[in-house]
């Protein structure tokens, strides 16, 4: 319970709510929550609507500042992409990742954990090498760790990304297409890379019952989907209402509020047996 209330405290957070904090001071004390493992990265189920059961998990960081209180990715994020902290930081998101998987494991080990990458990382030296090699010495199958990349990622250098991701999706670890719909979005990347999910940007989804538009562009995705055997997951269902138009558009796969909030391993493993139930 109380740490289901924390998470809604994050939840609450508006985005770029730590404009007022001096940029070089958040990037010192960054470096050293990250040392410290101030920055947890919690869970938020994605489910098979079809079937109503959990596929896996996202994992979304999150910072308990000790003066400032919980601090919102979009906040930091984007100040971490612009600096060297970038590296440490993805690794210490992996490693997350494959310690929730690890304490999935033993009881759920079809479920997949799903980490967000930043575009600059595709160009760091020694990423696959460190991803399979942590895989391997975790002793876990590479096919529950999925990568969510958003468009930029690609299109900031696409052949150095298309070697990286390549190169990924070679070892069975399956690439997403975050956000999708919301930047500069071209089938192109869907043709180049070695996909195996798209993620329909909430903007689409959040009104879906009332916009002929967003309905028709789901009807299309998932017609497209089913044609090339990938995924289609709805980000942002609200509610019971959306989540049965999704299922009648044929989109199988959602995630949002209206299905689990992001909350932390130990509320993930209850939330899973509560399902079950
Ligand atoms: P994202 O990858 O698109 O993640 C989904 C965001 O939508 C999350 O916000 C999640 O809490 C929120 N969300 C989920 N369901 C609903 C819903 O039903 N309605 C609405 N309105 N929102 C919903 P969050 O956790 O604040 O993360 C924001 C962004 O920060 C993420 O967007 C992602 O781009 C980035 N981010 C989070 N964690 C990481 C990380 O470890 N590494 C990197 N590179 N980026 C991260
Ligand atoms: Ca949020
Ligand atoms: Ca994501
Ligand atoms: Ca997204």
Known sequence: KRNLDKVMLYDDLEPGSTNILDRMVLMGEMELALERGDIQWHLQPKVDLAASRPTGFEALARWRHSRFGPIAPDAFITAIEGSKLIWPFTLATIDAALGHLQRLGPTHPHLSISVNVSARVLQQPGLVEHVIQKLDSAGIDPRRLVLELTETALISNPSQARKVLDELATRGIDLSIDDFGAGFTSFGYLRDFMVREIKIDKSYILNLTERSFDQSLVTCLAVFC???????????????ECLARLLELGCRYGQGYGIGRPMTIDAALTWIVEQEA
């Open 226 to 240: 089913e044609a090339r055997g990938l995924r289609l997951v709805a980000e942002g269902v609200e509610t019971p």
